[in-house]
């Protein structure tokens, strides 16, 4: 079995300045990698895997969801839960669109009181 890739430092550091900043929004160590959990729910986990690539999943609504399985290999349904997603992050990875979509996973992750506190960022769009 190959070794699974690490996870850069300044990626975990650059994940946790998005989502340590959401109210009870924490760091855990996972299985693999990191996860980020508000309460016992996770919000999003960043591992390296056995090809080398470094992934992060999280939630996304239903139409999200069905969006992220033609969007190309960068973007991923996982084979576990109905709204687990997942974007490889490399040199490509925009952050802006990350930052939205971890906020969107926040926010479908956290109790409705603690979601009602977050200013959600714009949509992003690509042109």
């Known amino acids: ?4 890739a690490p996870v850069p430092a300044e990626t975990v550091l650059r994940l946790a300045a998005i989502l340590e900043h959401l ?3 924490a760091e855990h160590d996972a299985w693999t990698g990191v996860a980020w959990k508000v309460r016992d729910a996770t919000v999003g986990h960043v591992f390296g895997g056995e090809d080398g690539l470094v992934r992060i999943t999280f939630r ?6 069905e969006a992220f399985q033609h969007l190309g290999p960068q973007y991923f349904k996982t084979s576990w ?3 687990v997603v997942g974007i490889v992050l ?10 939205e979509l971890l906020t969107d996973s926040y926010c479908i992750q956290a109790p409705q009181s603690l979601a ?7 949509p992003h769009t690509t042109e």
């Open 1 to 4: 079995m190959s070794e699974r």
């Open 23 to 25: 109210p009870e929004c």
């Open 90 to 99: 490399d040199q490509r990875t925009d952050w802006d669109e990350l930052t």
């Open 116 to 122: 009602a506190q977050v200013d959600r960022p714009a």
């Open 60 to 65: 996304a609504e239903p139409d999200e969801v």
């Open 81 to 83: 839960g109905t709204n």
